[in-house]
Nanobody, 129 residues
Framework: QVQLVESGGRLVQAGGSLRLSCAAF???????MAWFRQAPGKKREFRDF???????????YYADFVEGRFTISRDNAKNTVYLQMNSLKPEDTANYYC????????????????????WGQGTQVTVSS
C-alpha cells in the first residue's frame, strides 16, 4: 500500500507561484508519480493530467498546456514529489491530486488517470484575478 499526502494548496493571486508537495508513505517505491487536477464541477474521470515523473530515471513528461509554467521534481530522501507552479492563472483553480503507479507505465499511458493505482486526498488551489 502507498499513502500519498498532498500539501501546499492555498489562495494565490494571478501571476503568483505555488509549490505543491506530495509525500509518500508505506510502500514508497513507485515507478511513476504524477500530478492531476480536477476543476470544480468536473467528474473524477475528467481529471486533467499535468505532469509525471519516472522515479528511477527522473525523466519527466508534461501536458502541453503546462509545459514551461509547471515543473515536477522529487526528493528521494524524503519520498516526496513536488509541483512548482509559476505564472498562475484563474483557470488553474482546481483541486490538485498526486498519484502513483507501482507498475511501469508505457508513455501512452502517462496521461490516463485510471492507470495510477494510488491517489492522495487532494489540495485546493484557488487563483484570484
Amino acid at each position: 500500500q502507498v499513502q500519498l499526502v498532498e500539501s501546499g494548496g492555498r489562495l494565490v493571486q494571478a501571476g503568483g507561484s505555488l509549490r505543491l508537495s506530495c509525500a509518500a508513505f508505506g510502500r514508497t517505491f513507485s515507478h511513476h508519480m504524477a500530478w492531476f487536477r480536477q476543476a470544480p464541477g468536473k467528474k473524477r474521470e475528467f481529471r486533467d493530467f499535468l505532469a509525471t515523473l519516472d522515479w528511477s530515471s527522473g525523466i519527466t513528461y508534461y501536458a502541453d498546456f503546462v509545459e514551461g509554467r509547471f515543473t515536477i521534481s522529487r526528493d528521494n530522501a524524503k519520498n516526496t514529489v513536488y509541483l512548482q507552479m509559476n505564472s498562475l492563472k484563474p483557470e488553474d483553480t482546481a483541486n490538485y491530486y498526486c498519484a502513483a503507479s507501482t507498475v511501469p507505465l508505457l508513455e501512452n499511458e502517462y496521461t490516463d488517470w485510471a492507470v495510477y493505482g494510488y491517489w492522495g486526498q487532494g489540495t485546493q488551489v484557488t487563483v484570484s484575478s
